[in-house]
C-alpha cells in the first residue's frame, strides 16, 4: 500500500501563515499529480491546489496569491504554503496522489489535517 502522511495543520489567526506537508511512502513505481483538498462540514470537497509530475500548477481562485503548491519529488513530498489566511480557509485539508503501482495507476487520500484560522 501508499501511505500519505500529512504534518504542518494547526490554528492560526487570520493574516497568519502555515505550511502543509505530505510525504508518500510504500510501494510505487512513480508519483504522477499531486493535490490538496480541503472539506468543510455539510459541504463538498473542493480542489484547493495541484502540481503535475512536471511542475505544472492549478489554485482554485479564491487562493491566488495567497497559496502556492510546490514537490519534491527527491522526498516524494507535496507542500501547500498558505499566506495570508482568512477564517474561510478553515477545514480538514487532505493531499491526494496519483501513483503508478505495476501497470495501473491509482490514487490515494490522506487522512485528514485541520487547519483553524480564527482570533
Known amino acids: 500500500q501508499v501511505q500519505l502522511v500529512e504534518s504542518g495543520g494547526g490554528l492560526v489567526q487570520p493574516g497568519g501563515s502555515l505550511r502543509l506537508s505530505c510525504a508518500a511512502s510504500g510501494s510505487f513505481f512513480s508519483i504522477n499529480n499531486m493535490g490538496w483538498y480541503r472539506q468543510t462540514p455539510g459541504k463538498q470537497r473542493e480542489l484547493v491546489a495541484g502540481i503535475s509530475s512536471g511542475g505544472r500548477t492549478n489554485l482554485v481562485d479564491s487562493v491566488k496569491g495567497r497559496f502556492a503548491i510546490s514537490r519534491d519529488n527527491a522526498k516524494n513530498t507535496v507542500y501547500l504554503q498558505m499566506n495570508s489566511l482568512k477564517p474561510e480557509d478553515t477545514a480538514v485539508y487532505y493531499c491526494?496522489?496519483?501513483?503508478?503501482?505495476?501497470?495501473?495507476?491509482?490514487?490515494?487520500w490522506g487522512q485528514g489535517i485541520q487547519v483553524t484560522v480564527s482570533s
Open positions: 491526494h496522489v496519483y501513483a503508478m503501482n505495476g501497470l495501473r495507476e491509482y490514487d490515494y
